[in-house]
Structures are given as C-alpha cells and as structure tokens.
C-alpha cells in the first residue's frame, strides 16, 4: 500500500510537466465522526475529532476519471470518570477502584488512493460532482491513562492500536472560481469497525483492555488548485 502511495506522487510529480495527464492537489479540513460499541470505548473516547487530509490527484485526459491520493490525519481527546459495574475498554470497573477517572486520546492516521468518477461542469453554475471508491490504509492508536481511582492519584498508561486497509467511499463537490481555483466539500465512508484494537504496552494483567470502534463519516471542507 506505502508503495502504491509513492509510485501515485511520482506519477503526480512527473504529470506536472506534461498535459496528458493535468493533475491537481489542494487540502480540506476534516470533521470525523466514529461511534463505538457499547463498553468497548463509547464511554471512553470522544467520537468526534477533527483533522486535516492533503491531497493530490491526475485527471485522466478525454475520459471523466481521475485518481486521487491523500493523507488522513485526525486526533481528540476526552476525559471521563467511571463508577463500579461500568466497563473501560471492555473491562469492568472494580468496585474498590471506584471512582476512577481516565484521560483517553484517539489518533487516525494513513494514506488513501481513490478512483474517482466526475460530472461535467455545469455552464450556469461552476459545479462539478464527484464519486468513487478507494482503499484506505489506517492505523489507529488509541490510549487510556488512569488519572485518579478511588480519591488516590495515579497515572498508568494502556496503549491498543490497529493498522487495517479499508474500503473506502467518497462523494463530493468542486465549485470552480476559476479555471483551475475551486473550494470543495466531501463525505468519505471508512469501514474502520475493521480496527479492533488490543492492548499492547506490556502490562501484566487477568483482563486485557480493548476497543471496537465502528464505521467512520469524514466530512471535509477544502481548497482545491488544478494545472
């Protein structure tokens, strides 16, 4: 997949002086939301984090394709405090431990390529419309420090991460102030309920913490240049 990425940039990197192959790269701002399954992280982790995805992509001369790869990356953090006969990452809280208050942050990050299908520009209204569907390489990393468990102050550390390729669904729209200047808006669709993650950190214990998370919605806004 890593390969797949830097063969696309050189491609990208070459297009530029050639115009077959026009291409165009840009940045969006992104709003991700990703739910949990319930005990597994939903109490724990925030489900929304907002990131960043730049982008580059090739528009395919005389045909309505283009190709299109860029780098996701988004974070949050959350703090939460837990009482007997809730779960942490899928481990009941003790009732001797209680109250216990964690400090949990979430980390997506990975590249995508996608293949995507455009509309025509319209003549009254500079819009474009696109679609298609990708592979997305995302490794999460999800951790969990205790803070504070039963009035007594402490801070311990639980680390689970996964790192899947993912199907990937994108739609979206240009809107062109000029020939090659255009802000857009997307929805990307990640399967990320793939990254199950465990903990790895060496930490000795009867109950090994883990997270489930489910299907990811990236909403984006960004800025878009064309050659």
């Not at 592979?135 to 402490?154: P, W, Y």
């Not at 990254?195 to 109950?207: D, R």
Request: charged share 15%; with cysteine.
């Amino acid at each position: 997949m890593r390969l797949t990425i830097v063969l696309l940039l050189t491609l990208t990197a070459t297009a530029a002086f050639s115009k077959e192959f026009p291409f165009y790269f840009g940045a969006d701002v992104q709003y991700c939301k990703m739910c949990f399954k319930q005990n597994y992280g939903d109490n724990l982790y925030s489900k929304k984090s907002l990131g960043l995805n730049p982008f580059v992509g090739i528009n395919i001369k005389d045909s309505p394709f283009s190709i299109e790869a860029g780098y996701q990356y988004c974070d949050s953090s959350r703090t939460s405090t837990l009482t007997a006969n809730e779960y942490a990452s899928g481990v009941q809280v003790p009732q001797m431990l209680e109250p216990i208050t964690f400090r949990s942050s979430l980390k997506l990050k990975g590249p995508h390529v996608s293949l995507l299908l455009l509309t025509p520009r319209y003549d009254v209204y500079p819009v474009q419309f696109f679609g298609g569907i990708g592979i997305s390489h995302t490794k999460a990393t999800f951790e969990r420090a205790t803070m504070q468990f039963n009035s007594l102050v402490g801070k311990t550390n639980r680390k689970m991460e996964a790192s899947r390729s993912l199907r990937r669904l994108t739609l979206g729209a240009n809107y062109f102030f000029t020939e090659n200047f255009a802000i857009r808006a997307t929805l990307a669709l990640v399967n990320t309920e793939k990254l199950h993650a465990f903990a790895s950190n060496g930490i000795q214990s009867h109950f090994i913490p883990e997270v489930r998370p489910q299907n990811s919605v990236y909403y984006g806004l960004g800025l878009r240049w064309g050659f």
